[in-house]
Every structure is written in C-alpha cells, then in structure tokens.
C-alpha cells in the first residue's frame, strides 16, 4: 500500500516528481552505457517475477503472521543499482496505473522512498560492505537483513515527512513518526527475511549470479559516490534528530508560557493523545536528555553524562563505520 | 487464486484500452495532459474545501460515459485501493476536534470536514487515473508518455513487464497450486520452503529471460527496441484539452458548485 494523492499537495508531489524523474533519466542513461543487451528481457523479467513474488506469503519465524517480498534490495543485488530502480520505477507505475495502488502525482514520492533508499543507499551502504565480495551464506543473510531494515525506516521517514509538508493531513510530525516507524520496523523485518531467503538460495543453487553478476557489470567505481552517499544519509538522519529535538525547544515553550500563561500547551484530553503519551513516556530513553527520576544534583549530572556517553558511543560507531568503509583493500599478489 | 485474480484484472483493463470510442480515438498524449491538469488542480485545493471539489466530478464521468466504461468495475477498484488514505486520513477527525458546523442538533469538527475532503480527492484522483489508462492501454500509454519525454528504456521495460507477467504469473500460480496440494491448502509457507519455492520461481524467471535474449537476437534484436508510432493529435485533441483545462481552472478559481447553488436559491 503507497502513498495516495490525496494526502500531498502539489508542491511536495512536484518537488519529488523531479526529483524522482531526474534520477530516472540519470540511471537510463547509466543502463544505456553498460550496452549490455542482456539487460532489457532481464529487467523486464525481474520486474514480472517481484509482481509475482509480492503474492506468495511465508510465515515468519516466531511471530504468528505472515508476510511478502517487497523487493527493491534483491534488485539491487541481482541487477545493479541503475537498473534495480527502472525496474521499481516501472513496477511501482503499474500498480499506480492498473491496481490504483498509490497515486499518480505520488508516484514521485513512491518511486523516491522504495526506490532510491533500497537501491542508492541501503544496497551499496550496508549491503555490499557487510556481505563483501566472496560469497558467504550467514553474511549474505545478515547484510539482508540489516539493509532492509535500515532502507525501510528510511522510506517510512520519508512518507512521514513528506506527509507532514503537504499539510493536508492533521496528524503532527511526532505522533505520525511514532506510528510508521515501528510498523515499518516489522516490515523490515519481514523484508528481510524474504530477501535473505532468497539469497541464501541462490548462494546454493546459483552462486555466479550473486557475485560479479555480469549484468550487474561490477563497476570499478570510486569511493566518492559511497561517501557521498553516506554523507546524504548522515545528513538526513542528523536532521531527523534535530527535527525532534527542535519539536520541543526551549524557546518554543518560552514563547508558548509567554502567550498562553501556562508552561506547556494543554493538549485535548481525549484518548489518542493520552494513548500517544503514554508511548512516548515509555519508548523515550532519555526524556529531556536526562535519566528519568534524577532527583538529587549528582544524580542529575550522572544522567546528563549518561546521555553524553550514549551520544558519544553513537559518534564513534559512525566514525568506526567510516573508517571501515574507507579501509584499502590489500592488493592480491599477481599470479605470474 | 490471488495470483490469477491480480491478472486477469491488469488483462482487462488493457481490453477496456483497446475499445472504440471518441475519447478511445483522442491522442494518449492529450488524456495524460489533461489527467494530469486535472490531478494537480484536484490536489492543489485547501484542506477543508468540500462543495468547490463537487464540480470537478463532472471529468471522470463524461468521460466514462462516453468511452463506454464499466462503472460497477471502476468504483470496485477504487474501493481496493481506499485503505490507506482512509487510515490516514481518519486521524483528521480525532485530533482536530473544534467544532465548525451544526447541523440540526449534530456538531461537526473541523476534523470531519477536513477528512470528507481527503475522500473526496481520493475518490477524484483515482478514478481520473484508472480512467486514463482504460482509455488508453498500455502500449498506447507508454508510446504517449515516451513522446511526452520518459527515457525509452523505462517505457520498454513497462511494456516488457507487462507482458512477461503473465508468464511468469503462471509459473507462479503453477507452484503455488502444487504446494496447495501437497500441503493442505496452507496459507503461509515455512520461510525456508518459500526460500526454495521463491528461488526456484527466481532461477526459472532468469532463464527464461535468457531464452527471450536469445529468441529477440534470433529474430534480429540490435538493442534497439521499436515502439509503434501512434496517432497525430488533431484539432479534437486541441479542443478537448483547451476546454477541459478551462474549466478546471474555472473550478478551481470561483466556487461553482455555491454559485449553482446562489442561482437556484434566486430562481426558488
């Protein structure tokens, strides 16, 4: 289920239609260069068979319910970045032209959102480093799973925020960021899952197309697009965390105390905002940067550095993951 | 079957692209235009506009009306498709709770009326778009798009897609009804048989993307891939874009629905 037309307004609709179609024709054109001739039955294919795949459903392990292939990061996998988003593009166009699945002045955000984050970030930022070059089944799966997961939080911020700009729909930003966030957890899981399925099996039954997929045309690229990538995806999560640190800043509550007389709004009192507060209390780690219940000043301070470390623990992974990423690769001996 | 079900619906809405009529007759190009007008003027509206969104219905039905279009069918489909906006937009009502309106002894909230519009565009949005392509057809709809300015190669892989996914489909449906019978018409695979059974489905989907490579080369294929031309537009074209587009900015501009609505009260 996509995005619909009827919760955008025209200006985000717009902004991600040329966004959306720029990349389009940036990655026609990366397709047209490769000359492989190979690669125009195959994507239509693949694209036929993610249709198919959508209607076959596997239970999870563990859980009672059952779920299906999305299938954005396998493309990328098996085809290559360029032509893994044609094919999502074209996928997601028919299910908005025939199956009323998302809206046509949507289809920008849609194709951005499933497109662009499974295949130009969660593809070559997680998967590849984390499965690398020679096959290993367990890797494979895990590099799956981590990838999918983190590429659909991304899509799902991504609908949130462009949901909230077009002001159509009441919901405010935290409350809509609590709701899609966790269910779209369990969507990555289940995406996951699929994908880690299927390329555990062909490590088994098909191992050459896993690895230097030919069609795939394993690009001698440079690292620049990686980090810029990396740097757009820092960016977008930095921003994601200023945003909800900014939703409450002191002087927005100053100028509110100031205006209304009292400390915070009175929000309605009615039971989705009693029901939303409640889960905020209880998913908050640290409400206010603090631990909770620090009473005493020591006990204050040790909590304020307790969210310290915990950012700071947060800086180093990202560092680290820098790093790991920018490591050379030793050269191997040459065989003459 | 899902499977079958899901394409025997893409197969008819091609058929319904390929009937006859005035409006089966006009350019691809000038219906994606003015659909397109359309959707924007539809989307560009304020929030709580109820009665000025009214007028714009007269689009998706002259244009069923005279294309000869199943209605039940079209209002089916856009039932399916109504979860999502409805999820959403019901939050309208339970967090903007001022009330705006009253109604006999009933109060309405600003939330209720901001989520009447949301329908409203929803039901306006997608059926101007199933409209679009049950007037057109795929293949009418690609070549149109493709002049309008879409890469060729996404335009090809529309039509690839669309006609190697009843191949593939039956494949699918083939296997899925094997594993019915063999397991009890169970509902959810084991992740490990849908590993094995999605794999599989894979690995045939590749080779006989392979075979096609082959057959295409055999039958000449340069890796240039020749789409039909399709009709010139001519002056029915010009006129019915020109006039539909001016009377969504008409609609859009002046409320005509209220100013139907101030005639009728001076006539009564």
Redesign the interface.
């Known amino acids: 289920m996509h995005m619909a037309d009827a919760l955008l307004s025209p200006a985000v609709g717009g902004t991600m239609w040329a966004a959306s179609a720029g990349l389009t024709a940036w990655c026609a054109r990366r397709v047209r260069a490769l000359r492989d001739d190979r690669l125009i039955p195959m994507m239509g294919v693949m694209g036929a068979f993610l249709f198919t795949a959508m209607m076959i459903n596997f239970s999870i392990p563990g859980t009672g319910s059952s779920g299906h292939l999305g299938g954005g990061l396998l493309l990328a996998i098996l085809l290559g970045p360029p032509a893994a988003f044609l094919v999502i593009a074209s996928v997601l166009a028919v299910q908005a032209l025939f199956f009323a699945d998302g809206g046509l002045l949507a289809l920008g955000c849609n194709i951005f959102n499933l497109g662009v984050l499974p295949a130009f970030v969660a593809y070559p930022l997680l998967y590849r480093p984390i499965a690398g070059r020679t096959f290993h089944g367990g890797r494979a799966a895990a590099a799956a799973m981590v990838a999918a997961i983190v590429g659909l939080q991304l899509g799902a911020f991504g609908v949130v925020l462009e949901t909230t700009c077009s002001g159509i729909s009441s919901l405010p930003f935290r409350s809509f960021v609590l709701l899609m966030q966790p269910i779209h957890l369990a969507i990555g899981v289940v995406e996951g899952f699929a994908t880690a399925a299927l390329v555990g099996f062909l490590a088994h039954a098909r191992p050459e197309a896993l690895l230097t997929m030919p069609l795939a045309a394993a690009e001698r690229r440079s690292l620049r697009p990686v980090l810029l990538g990396l740097v757009a995806a820092a960016a977008l999560l930095g921003g994601a965390v200023s945003w909800f640190a900014s939703t409450h800043p002191d002087g927005l509550e100053w100028s509110v105390a100031k205006i209304t007389g009292r400390a915070a709004p009175d929000s309605p009192p009615d039971r989705v905002h009693a029901a939303l507060a409640r889960a905020q209390e209880k998913t908050a780690l640290l409400p206010d940067y603090s631990v909770p219940q620090a009473t005493s000043a020591p006990a204050k301070y040790a909590g304020k550095s307790l969210a310290g470390v915990f950012g700071g623990l947060l800086a180093l992974a990202l560092a680290g993951w820098i790093g790991y990423l920018l490591r050379t690769r030793t050269p191997v001996a040459s065989k003459l | 079957m ?2 079958l079900a ?1 394409y025997f ?2 197969g008819r ?1 091609d058929e319904l692209g390929r009937m006859q009529s005035p409006i089966h007759r006009l350019d691809a190009r000038t219906l994606i235009v003015t ?2 007008i359309f ?2 003027v ?3 509206f304020p ?1 709580y506009e109820i009665s000025a969104l009214m007028p714009l219905f007269l689009y998706p039905c002259v244009l069923i009306a005279r294309a000869g279009l199943p209605v039940g069918y079209l209002l089916r ?2 039932a ?2 109504a ?3 409805i999820f ?2 019901l ?2 009502p ?4 001022h009330p705006v309106v009253q109604i006999g002894t009933l109060a309405l909230s600003g ?1 209720w009326i ?1 989520f009447a ?3 409203l ?2 039901f306006l ?2 059926t ?3 409209v ?2 049950c007037c057109t057809g795929i293949q009418r ?1 690609c070549a149109g798009l493709e002049q309008l300015g879409l ?4 335009a ?10 009843f ?3 039956d ?2 449906a083939r296997m ?1 009804r094997s594993v019915a019978i063999r397991s009890a018409d169970a ?17 045939r ?2 080779d ?3 075979r ?2 082959r057959a ?2 055999a039958r000449g ?1 340069d ?1 240039e ?1 020749r789409v039909l031309r399709p009709t010139t537009p001519g002056w029915r074209d010009a006129v019915f874009a020109a006039g539909w587009t001016l009377y969504f900015v008409a609609a859009r501009h002046w409320n005509l629905a209220e100013l139907a609505g101030r005639v009728l009260d001076c006539r009564l």
């Open positions: 899902a499977v899901h619906e893409v809405m659909t397109a959707l924007v539809v989307m560009s929030r489909k856009v399916l498709a979860p999502f906006a959403v937009g939050f309208n339970l967090l903007d709770r939330g901001s519009s949301i329908l565009r929803f949005t997608v101007a778009a199933l679009l392509v709809l890469p060729r190669v996404l090809v892989q529309i039509l690839f897609l669309y006609r190697y996914f191949v593939i489909g494949e699918g899925l509902q959810a695979l084991p992740w490990r048989i849908y590993g094995t059974l999605a794999g599989h489905l894979l690995l989907a590749m006989r993307a392979n096609i490579y295409m080369l294929f890796g891939v």
